[in-house]
């Protein structure tokens, strides 16, 4: 019996790495696109990009607020439109078979914080629609990324970047500066609190309010699930050479600064 299961998790995990898992060996987007990503920045490095996202977020603040919620068939068909005209400028973002599907259990899953993930056995991207929605834009184009083969966090949150924040619509590219902003101030404060205040105190009072909105709805499900979810989550990903494990994501913030410099 015993055999029977481990047999049974053997298959399995074998059928994941013929599908999908394979896809943590192949060369990143960098490569892709000639992007030289630095391994390390300075704190004014971070200040000037935290200073670029500022003032692409604050930009665009009023104008989301003012507009209606996309439904959800309405921001999956954004995402795939979105894809097809970042296609025309970065090819290997063509997305050919648009699959994408709202969670089941979308609300039970904010309590392991999982926001979308890629079913490898399906190639369906799944996203949370039961957070807050001016983030749900940017989570579709990052797991519609996954679906393409990018299976690094960070190339993901790259690949889902460069496709909303190039999208038509503005609900999308306000999610996908916002996204990144957060990511950079964070980096920023653990260097330099000081510059991160600085930075707040220029922030529109839309932004913070957004920030302190989606940290609401966040915290209403924390608890032991969720850090327990955390560690797990964090050894899957230093088991699929991301070494630096959930802290993967927030990596991003190196390939914008190489994109940046560069455009």
Not at 127 to 145: L, M, R, S, Y
Not at 222 to 233: A, I, L
Request: hydrophobic share 40%; proline share 4%.
């Amino acid at each position: 019996m015993v055999l029977r299961g481990i047999n049974t998790l053997l298959s399995i995990y074998f059928a994941f790495l013929v599908l999908w898992g394979g896809n943590y060996h192949r060369k990143s987007l960098a490569g892709d696109i000639s992007l030289n990503v630095p391994e390390k920045y300075s704190r004014a490095d971070l200040y000037l990009l935290s200073d670029t996202l500022l003032h692409l977020v604050n930009r665009d603040a009023a104008a989301v607020d003012s507009l209606p919620a996309l439904t959800t068939q309405q921001m999956f068909d954004t995402a795939t439109h979105s894809y097809l005209g970042a296609e025309k400028r970065w090819p290997v973002l063509q997305y050919k078979y648009a699959s994408i599907k709202p969670m089941i259990f979308g609300r039970w899953m904010n309590y392991i914080g999982v926001t979308g993930y890629l079913n490898p056995f399906t190639n369906e991207a799944q996203v949370n629609t039961t957070v807050p929605a001016f983030v749900q834009p940017f989570t579709t184009c990052h797991e519609i990324a996954h679906q393409l083969g990018y299976a690094p966090e960070e190339d993901a949150n790259f690949v889902g970047y460069l496709v909303a924040a190039g999208s038509t619509d503005i609900r999308f590219r306000y999610a996908a500066n916002f996204e990144m902003f957060v990511y950079s101030i964070r980096h920023l404060s653990r260097r330099d609190p000081s510059l991160t205040r600085i930075i707040w105190q220029k922030t529109d009072p839309r932004v913070r309010m957004h920030y302190n909105n989606l940290m609401a709805f966040y915290d209403q499900f924390r608890g032991p699930v969720g850090d327990y979810s955390t560690v797990v989550y964090d050894q899957y990903l230093k088991a699929n050479h991301q070494e630096k494990g959930i802290r993967s994501y927030s990596e991003v913030v190196g390939w914008l600064l190489a994109y940046f410099s560069k455009t």
